[in-house]
C-alpha cells in the first residue's frame, strides 16, 4: 500500500500564498494519478484539484486559476500551488491517488489511497 505525506499547511492571511507537498512512498509514482482534497469545518471532503500520470490536469470551478497542480515524479511528489488564497479555502487538505476510474475522480470514494492531512487556515 503506498503511503502518502502532506506537508506546507499552515496560517495566511487572504490574498496571501501557499504550496502543498504531498510525497509517496514506493517506486509506481510516475504511473499514478494524484489528486488534492479539502474538508472545510463542519463540511463534507470536496475535491480540489488532480493530475494523470501524463500530465492531464483537473480542477473544482472554486480554484480554477488560482490554485495549480504539478508533480515531479524524480521526488515522488506532486504539490499544490495556491495564490489569491480565501478564508472559504480554509481546510484540512489532502492528498489521494490510485482512483478506480479517471471519470469518477471527482469522488472521494474513488480514490484508494490517502494521507493524514495538512491543515491551510485563511484568515481575513
Known amino acids: 500500500q503506498v503511503q502518502l505525506v502532506e506537508s506546507g499547511g499552515g496560517l495566511v492571511q487572504a490574498g496571501g500564498s501557499l504550496t502543498l507537498s504531498c510525497v509517496a512512498s514506493?517506486?509506481?509514482?510516475?504511473?499514478?494519478?494524484m489528486g488534492w482534497f479539502r474538508q472545510g469545518p463542519g463540511e463534507e471532503r470536496e475535491f480540489v484539484a488532480a493530475?494523470?500520470?501524463?500530465?492531464?490536469?483537473d480542477y473544482t470551478d472554486a480554484v480554477k486559476d488560482r490554485f495549480f497542480i504539478f508533480r515531479d515524479n524524480a521526488k515522488n511528489s506532486v504539490f499544490l500551488q495556491m495564490i489569491s488564497l480565501k478564508p472559504e479555502d480554509t481546510a484540512v487538505y489532502y492528498c489521494?491517488?490510485?482512483?478506480?476510474?479517471?471519470?469518477?475522480?471527482?469522488?472521494?470514494?474513488?480514490?484508494?489511497?490517502w494521507g493524514k492531512g495538512t491543515q491551510v487556515t485563511v484568515s481575513s
Open positions: 489521494a491517488t490510485d482512483p478506480i476510474t479517471w471519470y469518477d475522480r471527482r469522488r472521494d470514494s474513488d480514490w484508494q489511497a
Open positions: 514506493g517506486r509506481t509514482f510516475s504511473r499514478r494519478a
Open positions: 493530475i494523470t500520470p501524463g500530465g492531464g490536469l
